[in-house]
């Protein structure tokens, strides 16, 4: 019953219309998300809280193109026990249907391009994933990479939109993941380029790097929800840094992997991203979390 209404009413035949209550008409949270359609906004707030529209998604698709990467040897071992830290899990089909539990009850955001190793060139993927099996797998997000500047630059944005309009029609949305070449310079110039694409694409959110100098005006940029990559391994305190500064300066949270799974202290570092993105916890009160949590797991006092 609605907070405004004494719960009297026009009773009549033991039926209450709330007649003096108009209809609730909510607005969607989510930047740039309004507009959309049920299943798709119910399916963006299972990646998004819906108390603070952010995210700390835990990326541990690396093997798609890069096979075994360190810290991801074994998923079943390893990642598994994360997962209840996470609020959403990225993950190829692979994975997730050899090394994840299928009671695990985070939202999968689905590795859908691929089609490259890290033998060849990066950007030379395509769509790898059938719509009707992320259905099956009860996707709520698809994942593409798109390549803005790369040589398959082309390929890769049409990647995007075959995704896009094939989870439109099943009402999943798609994240964009801004791949950069290692020729290309990860500055606002860029990543404001290469996001807004993606949005205007029809991305529902986009996954980037985050960068020092006017990030800000890279996420004011792009009218869909933005997450940061956390990149290759950084010490600890660096990488809530980065953390904290993309969420205070327009992200909507992470989609960490390597910064979380390859630390000393998974299970620590990820509460620790955790009280960054929805504690606005600052970054050292954030490291002090990390330290205690990891002496905690070292004296054995939890798993
Ligand atoms: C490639 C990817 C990665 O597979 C991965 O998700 C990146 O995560 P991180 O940089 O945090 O390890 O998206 O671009």
């Given at each position: 019953?609605?907070?405004?209404?004494?719960?009297?009413?026009?009773?009549?035949?033991?039926?209450?219309?709330?007649?003096?209550?108009?209809?609730?008409?909510?607005?969607?949270?989510l930047k740039g998300s309004n507009a959309l359609d049920w299943g798709m906004k119910n399916r963006l707030a299972?990646?998004?809280?819906?108390?603070?529209?952010?995210?700390?998604?835990?990326?541990?698709?690396?093997?798609?193109?890069?096979?075994?990467?360190?810290?991801?040897?074994?998923?079943?071992?390893?990642?598994?026990?994360?997962?209840?830290?996470?609020?959403?899990?990225?993950i190829t089909r692979g994975a997730l249907r050899s090394s994840i539990p299928p009671e695990m009850a985070k939202p999968v955001v689905l590795r859908a391009s691929g089609g490259q190793s890290i033998l060849k060139e990066l950007s030379h993927e395509?769509?790898?994933?059938?719509?009707?099996?992320?259905?099956?797998?009860?996707?709520?997000?698809?994942?593409?990479?798109?390549?803005?500047?790369?040589?398959?630059?082309?390929?890769?944005?049409?990647?995007?939109a075959d995704m896009v309009n094939a989870g439109n029609r099943h009402g999943i949305p798609t994240m964009a993941v801004t791949g950069v070449g290692k020729e290309l310079a990860r500055d606002a110039k860029y990543l404001g380029l290469a996001t807004r694409i993606c949005a205007e694409l029809g991305a529902h959110f986009v996954k980037t790097y985050y960068c020092e100098a006017n990030f800000a005006r890279v996420a004011a940029g792009c009218p869909v929800p933005l997450v940061i990559a956390g990149g290759k391994k950084l010490p600890e305190p660096a990488a809530l840094e980065m953390a904290?500064?993309?969420?205070?300066?327009?992200?909507?949270?992470?989609?960490?992997?390597?910064?979380?799974?390859?630390?000393?202290?998974?299970?620590?570092?990820?509460?620790?991203?955790?009280?960054?993105?929805?504690?606005?916890?600052?970054?050292?009160?954030?490291?002090?979390?990390?330290?205690?949590?990891?002496?905690?797991?070292?004296?054995?006092?939890?798993?």
């Amino acid at each position: 019953m609605p907070d405004n209404h004494d719960g009297q009413g026009d009773v009549q035949d033991g039926k209450n219309f709330y007649l003096d209550v108009p209809q609730i008409c909510s607005v969607f949270p989510l930047k740039g998300s309004n507009a959309l359609d049920w299943g798709m906004k119910n399916r963006l707030a299972r990646v998004f809280s819906p108390q603070d529209g952010r995210t700390v998604m835990l990326a541990v698709d690396h093997g798609y193109f890069q096979g075994p990467t360190t810290g991801l040897e074994r998923i079943d071992v390893i990642i598994t026990p994360l997962v209840t830290f996470a609020d959403a899990l990225m993950i190829t089909r692979g994975a997730l249907r050899s090394s994840i539990p299928p009671e695990m009850a985070k939202p999968v955001v689905l590795r859908a391009s691929g089609g490259q190793s890290i033998l060849k060139e990066l950007s030379h993927e395509r769509i790898a994933v059938d719509i009707e099996d992320a259905v099956r797998l009860n996707a709520s997000a698809l994942a593409v990479q798109v390549y803005i500047g790369g040589v398959h630059e082309h390929e890769s944005i049409g990647n995007l939109a075959d995704m896009v309009n094939a989870g439109n029609r099943h009402g999943i949305p798609t994240m964009a993941v801004t791949g950069v070449g290692k020729e290309l310079a990860r500055d606002a110039k860029y990543l404001g380029l290469a996001t807004r694409i993606c949005a205007e694409l029809g991305a529902h959110f986009v996954k980037t790097y985050y960068c020092e100098a006017n990030f800000a005006r890279v996420a004011a940029g792009c009218p869909v929800p933005l997450v940061i990559a956390g990149g290759k391994k950084l010490p600890e305190p660096a990488a809530l840094e980065m953390a904290w500064r993309a969420v205070n300066e327009g992200a909507a949270g992470v989609d960490m992997g390597r910064n979380i799974f390859q630390c000393e202290a998974p299970l620590a570092m990820i509460q620790a991203v955790r009280a960054v993105v929805h504690g606005d916890e600052t970054p050292g009160k954030a490291h002090d979390l990390y330290l205690s949590l990891k002496s905690m797991q070292e004296r054995g006092q939890y798993a």
